[in-house]
């Protein structure tokens, strides 16, 4: 029950969000695409991990695995479909269906969550998992690389109200409609906070690979996750007193 109520909450979110950027005047698909992945993905893995625990202790830890992996899989997933949507654009449905289950995003997600549901463990596990962890723990800090030099000396000031709205969409609106869609369902207070904080988390770095990766419009990736990273300083600690 519990992670079917934070499944139907993202699914919410991210379908009035779809709709909203479905409606704007905005001509470039690329652009649509690239304002959705920022407003659904968040920082869950550097952020809301090490938050959560330290927040809710190890009691509680197990809730908030859950309820972070079904934001962050479900959240790459829609922004996938988005990308295919808007950008690649298959002209038919059966093409549209084979590019999404070939993406590469798409199938390791799909491995990774497999494995974890068969509680695949052992030497083999092992062998396998330890190079796949070397090179996962490089591509957080790489990206952060590639984020800092693509934003130095030029922050687009013309993705700046943009950015600002994502913001407060991703920021606010997220863990609102969250909140209202847990509570709404009764819970427990512990399961609404762990779920509201884990939406507040601001726009992850992996957004700004899959931008690079699609050609999606780079310049408002980086001015928002810039920007929801700063202003979540403030909004988290918000919720968190809130919360607990």
Known sequence: NREMANTGAVLAYALVLFSLLEILPWKRGNLKAAAFMVGIVGNTVYIGFPLLADAFGKTLLPYSIAAATVHLVLGLILSILAVEFWVIKSKRASAYIV?????????????????????????????IQKPIFMLGSTASPLA????????HGKFALHHLSR????????????????WFFVRLLGLGAD?????????????????????EKYHLDNELVANTILLSTAVSVLTISLFLLRFI
Request: aromatic residues 14%.
């Open 99 to 127: 590019d999404f289950f070939k993406n590469p995003f798409f199938t390791s997600l799909a491995v990774g969550v497999f494995l974890s549901m068969i509680n695949f463990k052992g030497p083999v596990a092992e062998m």
């Open 144 to 151: 952060l690389f590639a984020l800092g030099g693509f934003l």
């Open 163 to 178: 950015s600002v709205a994502l913001t407060l969409v991703k920021l606010v609106a997220f863990p609102a409609l969250v």
């Open 191 to 211: 399961f609404t906070a762990i779920s509201v904080i884990v939406a507040s988390m601001p726009s992850a770095v992996t957004a700004f690979v899959i931008a």
